[in-house]
């Protein structure tokens, strides 16, 4: 089992930007990792998710341009740098894994999140 601890949330007015960080424990070398979010009403939805090799990304529409996923082995951890921020992209943001082949870019895959961060943006 991999456990996730995300962080990096916040209040920012439309336009800025924020740097979520997810710090990965356990046996995660078998597993994909990605950032789902929920905003109030909504299902969870996926965002983004990356390979464990990293050689493989995946955004929803919504975000191409404006997100980007990565990740660093040396520190054991997962990011998600977040530019040109609107209040269409205010939600709880989870760090997730997923055990399954390929499955960085499905969400039905995802079988473990953190407990999230909220990201707020103003108008």
């Known amino acids: 089992q991999v456990q996730l601890a995300e962080s990096g949330g916040g209040l920012v007015q439309a336009g800025g930007s924020l740097r979520l960080s997810c710090v990965v424990s356990?046996?995660?070398?078998?597993?994909?990792l990605g950032w789902f979010r929920q905003a109030p009403g909504k299902e969870r939805e996926l965002v983004s998710g990356i390979s464990w090799g990293g050689g493989q990304q995946y955004y929803r529409d919504s975000v191409k341009g404006r997100f980007t996923i990565s990740r660093d082995d040396a520190k054991n951890a997962m990011f998600l740098r977040m530019n040109s921020l609107t209040p269409e992209d205010t939600a709880v943001y989870y760090c997730a894994a997923s055990g399954a082949p390929g499955g960085y870019a499905t969400a039905h895959t995802y079988t473990e999140w953190g407990r999230g961060t909220q990201v707020t943006v103003s108008s």
């Open positions: 356990g046996r995660a070398s078998d597993y994909n």
